[in-house]
Structure formats: structure tokens, C-alpha cells
């Protein structure tokens, strides 16, 4: 499968892949530079400091061999939860993906034009490695961590000019790295950003292994002692190599314009519906409907941390029919700690019904029955969440986006353009160590 898979990921990239990917590497560095200056973010950047140094720039943490780059870069993109999602492979791409790719290139000394093609064909892998894993895979393990190194080494080996032979091998060697149980987010711990750190760093071993003529498993995945067999029960292997002559799948990749769990924002979305036609002083009752996953993951009515508010639907709704749009600071322990919010939360129930249940991953919806005093209710629902190809976003919310997380980094105007413009110049031929050297 890995073979089909190298054959795939070697079709030319055109010019509007490669702009849609520097919009992903805008949106990751946003990300990024905002998720280095949480808690997890500093200790990472501290952990960077005992690393060798090198060409490859390390944001918060100077310049680092790219192994290192990619692994403290890594674990930057996922902290504030407003990286980019890909449906029904249910991970992110960004935070894997981008920083394999960035730490190589630097190294490399690569053209713009090359990390852009390397950004697509890396998404192309874990997507399509991701798909195939199966809801029962996606119940124990965070497919981000465990698809996550195929599309790094897919992306690394697109710089490193990789044979087809030698992307076999990276990729095999990818998948028999990968790990990342999901026992992390039931304990709050940070142990999700070492997934996406860990997993940029083994794909960008891989590859640079593979160009070395070290050899991997070819059936890392569908062998008798592969992945499928030992992770996924309900696999579906005919994902990886479908429609393989189709639109690269960075094009179904969403963008996150909410700083909460994916499953979150269809709730988010269809309570901002409501937000402007009931004040909480009446409401009697809130119910939240969507599908099972959103339901049994985000199912936390006494949030303690900003990590648990982010996976709590009931949090959502409370700070959005209280304040609106949510931004980060509707997250933080003073937003957990307001009297009104936790009033409000305590009314709210959920239910995990159809037809969302059904439409997911497909679709990530949600429905919201606000019921009044006086005995009145209101409803809303959304079919997609904001930021999915049926419901996009403009190329100017994605900049705003990203304009916004580095300025709560304390980033000053000047240095956030730059940054932002750098980005977006590289599809035409934009200076790539520019753009690297403007990050804090």
C-alpha cells in the first residue's frame, strides 16, 4: 500500500495547490507563535535550549539542528486548538506536517516552490493514511500522532527529492514510529503537543534514514503485524490509494476559526444563531444536539482548565450566549470562574441524536433548543461547521486569524505584517529565510 501510496504523492503540484498551502502555513504559523507562549509552549522553548544547534529556525528557541526544529516546532501548533482539521480523517495536519516541512527546507536551502509542494504532498499522505483508520482506531488513539509521521515523511522526502523506492522506505519507517494513545486528554496533560512534535520529528527521520538507503516496512499498514491489524478494527484500507488522480486533499482541509476542539464549533456556530435573540437572564434550559463523537468527547459541564473549557460543549454555550463569537480569553480561568457562566452552564444538556450522528465525519454539525422561562423555544442548527469547504472562510478571515494569535503572543503590528506578507509571497517566489528570521 505504501507503494501506491509514494506513486500518488509523485504527481506535479500546480500553482493553486502550492497558494492554498501557503495559506496553511500562515494559519499554522499563527498557531504556532500563539502556542509557544501558553505554559506548554515556554517549556518546550526551555527543553529547546538543550538542543544541538543548527539551520533550521526553532520559534522561541533560536536556530536548531531540523530534527530538533521540527520537534519543538511541532508541539507549537495544536496548543490553542485552532489548527487546521481535516474531516473525515479526523486530525490536523498543520501542526505535523508544516514544521517537518519548514526545518528540512531551511536546511536544505529549498526554494519556496519546493516547501510549497512539500506542504501538499505531506497533507496528501496523512489524509489519506488517516481516513483509513477507522472510528474504532480514532476511539483509543489521536489519529493526528499516529497519521501524522506518514505526511511528515512524505513532506521531508518531496525536499529530499526522494525515489519512489526511498519514499516506500520513509514511509514505512514513518508508521512503524507512530504512537499516541489518547489517555492524555482524559488526564489534561500536555502530552498532546509531544504527539505533534514527536510525529514531525520521526517522518523527518524517516526521510532523511530513507535517502540514506535504510529500508522500512512495506506494509506498515495493511501487514499482519501492521497498523490495521493491531489498532484499527474497523479499517477501511480502500482510503488510502481512492481517487488517486483527484484534487489534492489539502483542498478539504478546514480552517478552525474558533480556539476550541473541532467537535465544538458546529455547537458554536449554531448557538451564535440564537445569541442576539435571547438574553440569559430567561433562559430556563439549554440543549446542545450533535453527533456522538462531539457528544463523548466535549461532554464536560465543570470545566477546571483552559484545556478541559476547550473540550466542553457546555462551556461553549454558556460564553457564547453570554459574550458572542468566542475568543481566548473565553477559555481562561477567569472565564471559568464568572458566576454567569457557570449559572448558564449548568443548564445546559446534551444529546447526542441524528441526522449529525450519521453525517459525521463528513459532516460536523450540530442543532441548539434554547427554552425560555415563559415557555418559548428557540432552535438553530448548522449541517457544516465554519471553516469547512461547504461553509468557508475568506482569505481575509484566515489572515485576521492569524494577525490575531500572534499579536496575543505580544508580537508588534510591524513584525505580524511582515510575517503575514512573507507568507503570502512565497508562491511567487517569496524569500523563504525572510520569512523565518521574522519569527520571535
Known amino acids: 500500500m505504501t507503494e501506491g501510496l509514494a506513486a500518488i504523492l509523485a504527481r506535479p503540484v500546480g500553482g493553486a495547490a502550492r497558494a492554498r498551502a501557503a495559506l496553511h502555513l500562515m494559519d499554522w504559523l499563527g498557531c504556532a507563535v500563539a502556542g509557544q507562549a501558553s505554559e506548554a509552549g515556554h517549556i518546550v522553548a526551555a527543553y529547546a535550549?538543550?538542543?544541538?544547534?543548527?539551520?533550521?529556525?526553532?520559534?522561541?528557541?533560536?536556530?536548531?539542528?531540523?530534527?530538533?526544529?521540527?520537534?519543538?516546532?511541532?508541539?507549537?501548533?495544536?496548543?490553542?486548538?485552532?489548527?487546521?482539521?481535516?474531516?473525515?480523517?479526523?486530525?490536523?495536519?498543520?501542526?505535523?506536517?508544516?514544521?517537518?516541512?519548514?526545518?528540512?527546507?531551511?536546511?536544505?536551502?529549498?526554494?519556496?516552490?519546493?516547501?510549497?509542494?512539500?506542504?501538499?504532498?505531506?497533507?496528501?499522505?496523512?489524509?489519506?493514511?488517516?481516513?483509513?483508520?477507522?472510528?474504532?482506531?480514532?476511539?483509543?488513539?489521536?489519529?493526528?500522532?499516529?497519521?501524522?509521521?506518514?505526511?511528515?515523511?512524505?513532506?521531508?522526502?518531496?525536499?529530499?527529492?526522494?525515489?519512489?523506492?526511498?519514499?516506500?522506505?520513509?514511509?514505512?519507517?514513518?508508521?512503524?514510529?507512530?504512537?499516541?494513545?489518547?489517555?492524555?486528554?482524559?488526564?489534561?496533560?500536555?502530552?498532546?503537543?509531544?504527539?505533534?512534535?514527536?510525529?514531525?520529528?520521526?517522518g523527518l527521520a524517516a526521510a532523511d534514514l530513507a535517502a540514506l538507503g535504510f529500508t522500512g516496512p512495506r506494509l506498515i499498514l495493511e501487514g499482519p503485524l501492521g497498523w490495521y491489524a493491531a489498532t484499527c478494527p474497523d479499517a477501511r484500507p480502500e482510503r488510502v490509494l481512492a481517487g488517486p488522480e483527484g484534487d489534492w486533499l489539502m483542498l478539504e482541509t478546514s480552517f478552525k476559526p474558533w480556539p476550541a476542539c473541532r467537535h465544538a464549533h458546529a455547537t458554536i456556530d449554531a448557538t451564535l444563531k440564537l445569541?442576539?435573540?435571547?438574553?440569559?437572564?430567561?433562559?430556563?434550559?439549554?440543549?446542545?444536539?450533535?453527533?456522538?463523537?462531539?457528544?463523548?468527547?466535549?461532554?464536560?459541564?465543570?470545566?477546571?482548565?483552559?484545556l478541559q473549557a476547550k473540550f466542553s460543549l457546555q462551556h461553549t454555550a454558556a460564553v457564547v450566549l453570554l459574550d458572542g463569537p468566542p475568543r481566548l480569553e473565553a477559555f481562561d480561568p477567569p472565564a471559568l470562574r464568572r458566576s454567569d457562566v457557570a449559572a448558564l452552564r449548568a443548564k445546559v444538556a446534551l444529546e447526542a441524536t441524528e441526522p449529525f450522528t450519521s453525517a459525521y465525519p463528513e459532516h460536523f454539525g450540530a442543532g441548539v433548543v434554547v427554552e425560555l422561562k415563559d415557555g418559548r423555544r428557540l432552535e438553530a442548527s448548522v449541517r457544516d461547521s465554519l471553516g469547512d469547504p461547504e461553509n468557508p472562510v475568506s482569505l481575509g478571515e484566515i489572515e485576521a486569524k492569524a494577525r490575531m494569535l500572534m499579536a496575543s503572543a505580544g508580537l508588534a503590528a510591524a513584525r505580524i505584517e511582515a510575517i503575514v506578507g512573507a507568507a503570502l509571497a512565497l508562491p511567487g517566489g517569496g524569500d523563504l529565510r525572510r520569512m523565518t528570521d521574522l519569527l520571535p
Not at 438574553?279 to 468527547?297: H, K, M, Q, T
Request: charged residues 15%; proline residues 5%; aromatic residues 4%.
Open 49 to 202: 535550549g538543550k538542543l544541538g544547534a543548527g539551520a533550521a529556525k526553532a520559534i522561541g528557541g533560536g536556530r536548531l539542528e531540523a530534527g530538533a526544529a521540527a520537534l519543538v516546532n511541532g508541539c507549537y501548533g495544536n496548543v490553542l486548538e485552532m489548527d487546521d482539521i481535516h474531516r473525515t480523517s479526523i486530525l490536523h495536519p498543520g501542526p505535523v506536517v508544516v514544521p517537518a516541512a519548514l526545518a528540512v527546507a531551511e536546511r536544505e536551502g529549498a526554494s519556496a516552490e519546493a516547501l510549497l509542494t512539500a506542504l501538499v504532498r505531506g497533507y496528501e499522505a496523512v489524509i489519506r493514511v488517516g481516513r483509513s483508520f477507522g472510528p474504532g482506531h480514532y476511539r483509543h488513539w489521536h489519529n493526528t500522532s499516529t497519521g501524522g509521521p506518514f505526511g511528515a515523511a512524505a513532506a521531508a522526502g518531496s525536499l529530499l527529492a526522494l525515489e519512489q523506492p526511498q519514499m516506500v522506505a520513509a514511509l514505512g519507517n514513518a508508521g512503524t514510529q507512530a504512537s499516541g494513545p489518547w489517555q492524555c486528554r482524559l488526564e489534561g496533560a500536555m502530552s498532546k503537543q509531544l504527539h505533534t512534535g514527536r510525529a514531525a520529528a520521526s
Open 275 to 306: 445569541r442576539d435573540k435571547v438574553a440569559a437572564e430567561v433562559i430556563e434550559r439549554v440543549l446542545v444536539r450533535s453527533f456522538a463523537d462531539a457528544v463523548g468527547i466535549c461532554d464536560n459541564p465543570a470545566p477546571q482548565t483552559t
